[in-house]
């Protein structure tokens, strides 16, 4: 049984509405239990690969990415989303800006299945939007999904640097998947420790220049989000927990990666 199988027998899900802003809001798969998807990933450790599901929960980062693309991505622009969890960034672009491709990616494929089928129910059509299951640490799975060097205008991401140990595998990627002028915008928690870190991977030989004036705060409110079940059913609130969100703008030079 794959991954995705796995939380739909035995954790369930809900599909929930969240607002992306500007009158417009995602509709949202998502695992109906935190504690039931972490127990299954401790239970079921081989056949998941000993992933953590951090894509359990919607974090105040990914609302805050949600509603800023709009202003961050240009009409006809390519978009990459990293580590997209439920998606919701990808599907914000393809809903709020006039995108011609976003590909969103992620190394969990219950994940990947999750961001999928929120963008269909989102209304996203497959022509705009399309997910895949990959490793930014595994460069050789990225080819077959169209990730070759220069592919893309805009990347964007929320929450992906709790692991020091990701700041360099995601510079790199980056310096490859993005052409020359390609911007990138990462939305992390303020308590997050590794964003000087990536900065200084991103910097690291010319590659990446930070956009003067870009950062900025954003204060996420506790709220909750409308949610009905995929039978029709009114399922459980799906609850935002408040935080700060730090936005930060990158800019790929013509340095070579």
Not at 64 to 81: H, N, W, Y
Not at 101 to 114: E, F, G, I, S, W
Not at 215 to 236: N, P
């Amino acid at each position: 049984m794959d991954a995705s199988a796995l939380v739909r027998k035995f954790v369930g899900l809900d599909v929930r509405a969240v607002s992306i802003g500007a009158g417009l809001s995602a509709r949202l798969a998502m695992p109906r239990c935190q504690d039931k998807l972490l127990d299954l990933y401790i239970d079921e450790s081989e056949a998941l690969e000993d992933r953590t599901p951090y894509y359990g929960v919607l974090w105040p980062s990914a609302i805050g990415l949600s509603q800023s693309v709009s202003s961050f991505v240009e009409e006809g622009d390519s978009v990459l989303e990293l580590g997209c969890g439920l998606g919701l960034g990808g599907i914000a672009t393809a809903l709020a800006a006039r995108p011609s491709r976003v590909l969103v990616t992620d190394y969990d494929p219950a994940a990947v299945y999750l961001a999928r089928l929120s963008a269909k129910l989102s209304g996203v059509s497959r022509s705009v939007l399309r997910a895949a299951p990959v490793d930014w640490n595994e460069r050789e799975q990225w080819a077959s999904h169209g990730l070759r060097r220069d592919a893309f205008d805009v990347a964007i991401a929320a929450d992906i640097i709790y692991e020091a140990a990701a700041c360099k595998p995601v510079a790199d990627i980056l310096a490859h998947a993005l052409r020359p002028g390609g911007r990138f915008l990462l939305a992390d928690g303020e308590s997050r420790l590794h964003r000087a870190q990536l900065r200084d991977a991103l910097l690291e030989r010319g590659r990446f220049v930070a956009l003067e004036g870009s950062a900025r705060v954003l204060d996420i409110e506790e709220s909750k989000g409308l949610s009905s079940s995929q039978r029709g059913t009114k399922g459980a609130d799906l609850k935002i927990e408040a935080g700060r969100v730090v936005l930060q703008c990158y800019e790929r030079t013509s340095a070579a990666a």
